[in-house]
């Protein structure tokens, strides 16, 4: 079954504390990328990653680190949480020909105190 | 940067009616306009999507225009059912900037 799969799906931390959201997709997608969904704002995207070792920022990237090692997993890192970071996150991905969310991970939602 | 637009920000229908989703973009160089589907606490679901040398493409019940000239795309649901009840988004890629931008959301409800 094609899939995107995100760990861990709920998370509360505190402020400064070092966390890594995973994703992973089944697919042999080449692109990958993360977005956060806040009310009123809708969803954006935080980084993208063409290809293995070939990544980019988004709209807002600010506080947030990725890595793209394998084809497979594309990690979010969030090296110093702070409470504006507390928001649902997905992971996405697809052909490098549509270059656009196809399939979504199923979201983690991460409050940071 | 890309800036999307979408309209209405909430709608009510009842069923059977048809349902019109208007979005617009800023950048001329957006080639590629997704529609996303959210159910409530659960992910985006792509639904339908058009490319920029395309002006119509449909789905069974749903269809998508673009105005390229006018930078306007629009997502229609006709014969509509309870089950289209979601959160619907339109985006727009910028193919240079490789960045895909969305919209702020519908909030489409079907009444039975």
């Known amino acids: 079954e094609a899939q995107v799969t995100q760990n861990p799906r709920y998370l509360i931390t505190v402020t400064g504390k070092k966390l890594t959201v995973t994703c992973s997709q089944n697919m042999n997608h080449e692109y990958m990328s993360w977005y956060r969904q806040d009310p009123g704002l809708g969803l954006r995207q935080i980084y993208y990653s063409m290809n293995v070792e070939v990544t980019d920022k988004g709209d807002v990237p600010e506080g947030y680190k990725v890595s793209r090692k394998e084809k497979r997993n594309f990690p979010l890192i969030l090296e110093s949480p702070s409470p504006n970071q507390t928001s649902l996150y997905f992971c996405a991905s697809s052909h490098i020909k549509d270059r656009a969310g196809k399939l979504f991970g199923p979201g983690t939602r991460l409050t940071v105190t | 940067g890309e800036n999307v637009e979408q309209h209405p920000s909430t709608l009510s229908v009842q069923e059977g009616d048809s349902a019109v989703i208007k979005c617009t973009y800023s950048d001329s160089a957006s080639n590629y306009f997704p529609w996303y589907k959210q159910e409530l606490g659960k992910r985006p679901q792509l639904i339908i999507d058009?490319?920029?040398?395309?002006g119509e493409k449909k789905d069974q019940r749903i269809a998508v225009t673009l105005n390229k000239t006018a930078k306007h795309f629009s997502l229609h649901i006709t014969e509509t059912q309870p089950e289209d009840s979601a959160v619907y988004f339109c985006a727009a890629l910028d193919t240079g900037r490789r960045a895909l931008t969305f919209g702020s959301g519908t909030r489409l409800q079907v009444q039975p």
């Open positions: 058009i490319r920029s040398n395309v």
